[in-house]
Structure formats: structure tokens, C-alpha cells
């Protein structure tokens, strides 16, 4: 059994760790980071376990395309906000002309990251092929 799988989901758990770390003291840009990370390390986690190297993106739903083409319902997944999760994992990171990540975020953001990722790592948890 390939332990990589295991390793990406554990990763991801504990990225959403800091996220809500982050988030209670007042780290809102990072926290938004980390809870992108959290969503695409556990999509990646899958990934592996199906015998796949999965894509150098932080694009979440290149992933779950991916998921989906190898034949996953990935239903669960559709109604998360992973679009705007995907451009947190940039715009968290990196100044936008004067102004830095820590002024573009708010309580809010934080809370809606923190919160899609927890649900993209649930979902998956649902799925046969999920490494528990």
C-alpha cells in the first residue's frame, strides 16, 4: 500500500489546522492560504490513492475534473465556492499592485475558506476511494 496518499491527507488536515489558527488571531490572508492548501492537498491525497501523480496546480477544480475523469462522483463537491478558494491560494500570497494580502482580506473570507475546505475534506472522506 502506497503510505503517499496518507501523507497528502495529513498534510491537508493539518494546513486546515493553522487555517483556523490563523483565523482566531487575526492572520486572515494566511488563513486563507492555508485552507486552499488544506482543499488541494486532500484532492490530491485522492488523486494519489487512485495510482495518479496529480498536476502541479492550485487550481481545485483542474482537480476535480481530474477525480471526475477517472470516475468519481464528485457531486459533493459542486456546490463548494472552490473557484474562489483556488484564487485565494494566490492573491493571499502576493501583493496586488500597493496593497499587501493582510489588507484584502476579512473575518468573513477567512471564515468561508476555512469552511469550503473543511467541506472538500469531508466530501472526499465520503468517497470509497478516500484514504482514511
Known amino acids: 500500500m502506497n503510505p503517499r496518499p496518507k501523507a497528502w491527507l495529513a ?4 494546513d486546515l ?18 485552507a486552499s492548501q488544506a482543499a488541494e492537498k486532500a484532492l490530491k491525497s485522492v488523486i494519489l490513492e487512485l495510482g495518479e501523480e496529480p498536476p502541479h496546480t492550485h487550481v481545485l477544480g483542474d482537480l476535480v ?4 475523469a477517472a470516475g468519481l462522483d464528485t457531486s459533493a463537491l459542486a456546490p ?11 492573491s493571499s500570497r502576493y501583493p496586488i499592485d500597493a496593497t499587501p494580502p493582510s489588507d484584502l482580506f476579512d473575518q468573513a473570507d ?6 469550503t475546505a473543511a467541506a472538500v475534506i469531508q466530501a472526499l472522506a465520503a468517497m470509497d476511494q478516500t484514504p482514511s
Open 17 to 34: 489546522d493553522l487555517a483556523e489558527l490563523a483565523s482566531r488571531n487575526g492572520f486572515l490572508a494566511q488563513a486563507c492560504y492555508f
Open 110 to 115: 477567512a471564515e468561508q475558506a476555512i469552511g
Open 80 to 90: 463548494l465556492a472552490l473557484k474562489a478558494l483556488s484564487r485565494m491560494s494566490i
Open 11 to 14: 498534510q491537508a488536515r493539518n
Open 65 to 68: 475534473r481530474q477525480l471526475e
